[in-house]
């Protein structure tokens, strides 16, 4: 994966740039030494690796605007990092940029049960928003499966999902306002505490934007009350491509379960051998929840059920209590994990039409055999947001370079079909060179122009989400005409 060639004047005036940082946040939150820096040489895409020129740790908006301020005026790059799980390189740094971590702005700043929103520093994690809110009976519902560590500054820079944002959407949903630092050290407020604002929908700009237009420091989040009870059902079918057609007619018949997630058979191994969860023997799994009263659940889960009956399972087994439940989600939620003991693995992240499941399960098969690396499926299926994951061995020399030319061609594959390039991860270092495929010439450089505004200088996130080649150019028509 190509970087840019770090500027050597930023490099050279490294003492410099950290002694200024070092006047406006405590000393150990300024990290210089080469080793220690180290820690933030890569998020989850360990696949790539580069320890930064510094990190640094503020703790307040006024901190972060003080550092990005003198970035700015010294034209050093910032990457900004939540909880480092990206799966696509998001937080990747480059050797001459600032690490901007988030990790200490994780205060509660106000919860309003009465308008059902919490104010929170996004350096919290995802799921100690729901523990802030629980004991009243609501909680937070995008949820993904890195919500025990990841931060909420990473869920609206990726527009993170879950398993079940089926029936609640993913972060932009969820996502009622911010407080975000731009370059130049300005800080902004959008959106507000309610679903809409008004004016220009500049906080739909924001998520998503994968820390290229600013660092955002405070959300405001949409919390709902729990539901009365949930139920999921666990289906065991003869191969992925029936598993595929199954949920494609559950989207048809208009059910809105809260979740459906597809397992294949490398997973299901992977992850019951893990986590004990008592998945039945099978090609492909789906695991359907619906919520609802006792009376709502049993509706919506005899139409489902009656659905899949249609698709001859294996296995149709209705969680009878909590224990039960709890156990069947432990083993999807430990996917990756699991896969991560027996593999090296890589994750892609593509969205496809929930109708062409089938197709396309059955397409990367054959891909999978072209190429000789194993692919094992697990995914969202209800929304379509596929996550092969691409078995490799990263001590073999090749190996990598094979793996990502597979995962090109099964992206590829998405937007063939009339699905992205991600879902939710992003994309970061990972797609940025496949943006070409989705996006014409003027639709990138509109996007860029949005950057532009933002961030004239281009010093936030270097050489992520735009082709290199397309940043790189647009970078020296800025230098020139400036
Ligand atoms: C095991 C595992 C399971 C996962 N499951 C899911 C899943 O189910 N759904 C899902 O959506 N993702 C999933 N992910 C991916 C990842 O957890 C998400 O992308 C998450 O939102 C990243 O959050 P983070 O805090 O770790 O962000 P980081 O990895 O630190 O950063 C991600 C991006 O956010 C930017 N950023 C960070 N902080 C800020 C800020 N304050 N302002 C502006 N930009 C910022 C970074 O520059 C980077 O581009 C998974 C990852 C792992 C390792």
Not at 140 to 149: G, I, R, V
Request: include cysteine.
């Amino acid at each position: 994966m190509d970087m840019p060639t770090p500027d050597s004047a930023v490099l050279s005036r490294k003492d410099e740039i950290v002694a200024r940082l070092r006047k406006v946040l405590p000393a150990d939150a300024v990290i210089a030494d080469v080793a220690e820096t180290r820690a933030y040489e890569c998020d989850a895409l360990t696949a790539y690796k580069c320890p930064p020129l510094a990190a640094v740790l503020p703790a307040s908006t006024e901190e972060v605007s003080d550092v990005l301020r003198i970035c700015h005026e010294m034209g050093v790059p910032v990457v900004p990092r939540g909880s480092g799980t990206s799966l696509a390189g998001g937080a990747l740094p480059t050797a001459d940029c600032v690490i901007l971590g988030v990790a200490r702005l994780n205060e509660v700043i106000e919860t309003d049960y009465d308008n059902r929103f919490i104010r929170v520093q996004t350096g919290r994690t995802n799921l100690s928003v729901t523990g802030a809110v629980e004991e009243e009976q609501f909680f937070y519902a995008p949820d993904p499966s890195s919500q025990l560590a990841c931060a909420i500054a990473g869920n609206i820079a990726m527009n993170s999902g879950g398993a079940h944002c089926l029936k609640y959407g993913v972060t932009t949903n969820n996502l009622l306002g911010v407080t975000m630092v731009q370059m130049d050290g300005t800080v902004v407020e959008l959106g507000g505490a309610h679903l809409d604002a008004g004016g220009l929908d500049l906080l739909g700009v924001i998520c998503g934007s994968e820390g290229q237009l600013g660092v955002v420091t405070e959300a405001t989040l949409r919390i709902l009350r729990k539901p009365e009870g949930a139920r999921p059902v666990l289906m065991g079918f003869g191969s992925n491509e029936v598993a595929g057609a199954c949920v494609s007619d559950i989207i048809k018949a208009g059910v809105l379960p809260v979740a459906i997630e597809f397992m294949d058979r490398p997973c299901i191994r992977a992850c019951e051998a893990f986590a004990k969860a008592g998945y039945p023997d099978c090609e492909a799994l789906l695991i359907v929840e619906v919520e609802g009263s006792d009376a709502e659940i049993d509706h919506q889960l005899s139409l489902i059920m009656e659905i899949a009956r249609r698709h001859d399972p294996v296995e149709l087994r209705e969680a009878k209590d909590a224990d039960e439940a709890g156990r069947i989600w432990l083993g999807r939620k430990s996917a990756f994990g699991a896969m991560g003991q027996i593999n090296d693995y890589m994750c892609l992240d593509g969205t496809i039409p929930v109708s062409e499941l089938p197709r396309v399960l059955t397409r990367i098969a054959e891909m999978s055999k072209e190429y000789g690396l194993d692919v094992a499926n697990v995914f969202h299926a209800g929304d379509g947001n596929m996550h092969p994951l691409i078995l490799f061995n990263a001590n073999e020399p090749g190996q990598l370079e094979k793996c990502e030319a597979l995962g090109a061609d099964i992206l590829k594959l998405c937007v063939e079909v009339g699905g992205c390039l991600t879902g939710e991860h992003g994309v970061g270092i990972e797609k940025r060179d496949l943006m070409h495929t989705q996006y014409a010439p003027e639709d990138l450089e509109a996007q860029m122009a949005v950057k532009d505004v933002f961030d004239p200088g281009w010093l936030l996130n270097p050489a992520k989400v735009f082709p290199l080649d397309a940043s790189d150019a647009r970078r020296s028509v800025k230098i020139a005409a400036e």
